[in-house]
């Protein structure tokens, strides 16, 4: 008796300890058999909780991503920790606050490698993973491509207007995908990424029709009818039952709310309340009305995939609530710093605790989101607000990376221009203040903005007066606009008044003397009216922080030392900016021209070859910058390659047929070749359309190389 109660002790022993070390987490989960979920991940950006009828009724009815929510758990109340693109999905891929990995913004920051990914994570426990991104704000040179298998970012690929290398749209990145899992084998992690609904608003027909007095309902209407031919895919193929699948936004629009057209720049819940859909295999569907976050997203990834949550996330899993439990009660940090870090306002922080919403700011605020979601009723003005700093303080401390990790980046020139495309960055990199008053504050900056946008908007509309007005009351209004200043000067230039610019721009440099934007704007313009002395005195004054980041400015150096004819000043300059970005195609081609300067001074054969090396490299970057193949080809007809000076200078006169040069130049050639018959075409095109601008000297020149052809031998 006592023997079988033994084996009956060793036998419940054994079958207690195979259950603890199936449930340990340091058992390898790789090679059991337990099938492994997939994970659908779908991120829209800009997208309104509001627009979607699974939140609301009032705007639009979206069914396909209906359908989402009808399979899985909607939260009512999920927040973004940052109103842009870049710091969010970072947030999300984390599972950290900004605080913590250093992102803050799209302009000026890299994701670390030091950082692990959702992608990463997932991979490590056999996962194939792949991403497609829509929007330029996650191109791979961000870092968050890290752990994925295959990060499709490839927007060159796709032309859609101007909009060609900013984004692509949501069928492209929707058909990838579909591609990409229709061969794929469990278990897999995609990421898929619908940039349409951020601004410009350009939806295609029948959207843009239907929508034309809101095309952002447009947007979102568009993509919800993409996103059907993936939805349809997961029904067909039963993904509801083996695929975890999170639909999120990445913040949303204001759309005029608050003063704030679009997003970026304030933090109410216009911008920060984000639509968030979990659907699981076996769990049904509902509704949860506790405060969440992007960083919760990864925690609940590893709850419901099984796999052991790494110990650094500063979200918590989502899986308690959707079982029916009450979330433990956290702070909500929230952060908006574009305008600090692109503008040198007033930088914005803040938390959400319980139905309590805290910024803080020059001029603070706090809303009761329980009474007040719009947050139209500012309580900051009647209530004692050190407890709301302290707790700002201690979440700041608590939440921040005790390395001090920075995620700064040099950003290149390439990224300047297309985030510029999409509304990004004015004066990128502007001195920082280290107090701020009232005046500083992001609410009392934006209406002057936005009045500069609206100017821009109406001059481009054909009502120039207009234009011209409204910028002027804005500097007449506020002296420390930096976009009011270069937008004055921007129109009185396109009007031919480049004087009126560069008095406009001078003013600027008075009140804001730091300025980079200001500085940038009034180098080039007085290199375009030849007061170089002027460029080189005010860039020479003083080292700019600049300077060691931004190759532009070293461009205008470059450019000012030439036009003083100082060519070994201007490519030293040159060169400066290329050991920045050695991708800046106008630089390649200003320190080819300043080569070919020196050239036809010294006839030095290798000075003409690095000049001839460094158009080429301009005309490789950049295959329609019809400049540097006119200047190529002056470059070879100077040392006789004849067949190669034509192809360069017909190429540069098929790219830009209302340039005159190369007309000119291939006169020379031919006339060279000895084919005067050619050579007087040439001349007398030339003639034609461009006798008029030129100098006495010019035109003496041009008469007698067109006698020289029509002279018989």
């Known amino acids: 008796m006592r023997k079988n109660r033994s084996v009956f002790f060793l036998f419940l022993l054994c079958f207690f300890l195979i259950i603890f070390l199936s449930g340990s987490p340091l058992v390898s989960r790789k090679n059991t058999k337990i099938p492994r979920l997939n994970l659908l991940f779908i991120s829209i950006d800009t997208l309104r909780a509001d627009r979607l009828s699974c939140y609301s009724k009032e705007h639009l009815h979206t069914p396909n991503i209906d359908i989402l929510a009808e399979n899985g758990i909607i939260f009512s109340r999920a927040f973004a920790h940052n109103p842009t693109t870049l710091p969010s999905h970072t947030n999300m891929l984390l599972g950290l606050t900004p605080l913590y990995h250093g992102v803050h913004e799209n302009t000026n920051f890299i994701v670390r490698e030091k950082f692990l990914t959702l992608a990463e994570y997932l991979k490590s426990f056999s996962y194939s993973t792949m991403a497609i991104v829509g929007g330029y704000p996650l191109h791979s040179r961000f870092g968050l ?59 295609p027909e029948p959207f843009k029709t239907k929508y034309e007095k809101n095309l952002y309902d447009g947007e979102v209407a568009y993509v919800d009818f993409v996103l059907g031919k993936l939805v349809s895919y997961i029904k067909e193929n039963n993904l509801f039952d083996n695929t975890l699948i999170i639909f999120t936004g990445d913040h949303g629009e204001s759309l005029g709310q608050h003063g704030e057209m679009t997003h970026g720049y304030l933090a109410y819940n216009t911008t920060l309340w984000i639509p968030l859909i979990i659907s699981i295999p076996g769990v049904n569907p509902g509704k949860i009305d506790q405060t969440v976050s992007h960083i919760d997203i990864f925690p609940t990834v590893c ?19 959707i079982k029916g439990k009450r979330l433990p009660r956290r702070p909500i940090y929230f952060e908006s710093l574009y305008p600090y870090y692109s503008r040198g306002w007033a930088p914005v922080k803040g938390y959400i605790y319980r139905k309590e919403k805290y910024i803080e700011s020059p001029i603070p605020e706090l809303y009761d989101l329980d009474k007040d979601f719009e947050e139209l009723k500012n309580l900051a003005e009647k209530t004692k607000l050190g407890r709301y700093r302290e707790r700002l303080a201690r979440i700041i401390k608590e939440q921040s990376n005790p390395e001090n990790i920075r995620a700064r980046q040099r950003i290149d020139r390439e990224s300047l221009e297309k985030l510029k495309s999409l509304g990004y960055i004015s004066s990128p990199q502007i001195s920082k203040k280290v107090s701020f008053g009232p005046e500083d504050d ?25 234009g011209f007005e409204l910028l002027k009351q804005v500097i007449t209004e506020r002296k420390d606009v930096d976009i009011a200043y270069t937008g004055l000067a921007t129109l009185y230039k396109d009007e031919g008044k480049l004087k009126e610019a560069l008095a406009v721009l001078k003013m600027g440099l008075e009140y804001l003397p ?15 009216a030849g007061q170089y002395n002027d460029v080189l005195a005010i860039l020479n004054k003083e080292r700019l922080p600049q300077m060691e980041h931004d190759p532009e400015i070293w461009n205008y150096l470059g450019v000012a ?32 021209t300043a080569y070919l300067s020196i050239y036809l001074k010294t006839r030095e054969l290798k000075t003409c070859e690095k000049s001839i090396q460094n158009l080429k490299r301009a005309t490789e970057l950049e295959p329609d910058y019809a400049s540097a193949y006119n200047r190529l080809g002056v470059a070879y007809r100077e040392i006789g390659k004849t067949e190669e000076a034509i192809y360069c200078l017909k190429k540069a006169l098929e790219l830009r047929p209302d340039v005159g040069h190369p007309l000119f130049s291939l006169g020379l050639v031919y006339l060279d070749k000895g084919d005067k018959v050619k050579a007087l075409n040439y001349f007398s095109k030339y003639k034609e359309g461009y006798y008029s601008s030129l100098s006495l000297k010019e035109k003496e020149i041009l008469d007698s190389l067109i006698k020289k052809c029509k002279r018989k031998p």
């Open 442 to 466: 992001v609410k009392t900056l934006l209406p002057y903005h936005n009045k500069t946008m609206k100017a821009m908007e109406l001059y481009q509309g054909g009502k120039i007066s207009e």
């Open 514 to 528: 730091s300025s980079y934007g200001v500085i940038l704007s009034y180098a080039r313009y007085l290199n375009e």
């Open 303 to 321: 709850d419901v995939l099984q796999v052991k949550k790494p110990s650094f996330l500063q979200g918590i899993s989502l899986l308690p609530a």
């Open 561 to 592: 030392y030439e036009g003083k004819g100082d060519f070994e000043k201007a490519v030293e300059a040159y060169g400066k900016a290329l050991s920045i970005d050695d991708e800046y195609a106008v630089v390649f081609r200003n320190l080819g």
């Open 145 to 203: 491509s890290q752990g994925f298998d295959i990060y499709d970012d490839d927007y060159e690929t796709v032309k859609y207007q101007k909009l060609a290398f900013g984004e692509r749209k949501a069928e492209v990145v929707v058909d990838k995908a579909l591609g990409w899992l229709k061969s794929r084998k469990s278990p897999w992690f995609l990421m898929i990424h619908c940039f349409d609904p951020h601004d410009p608003y350009e939806p």
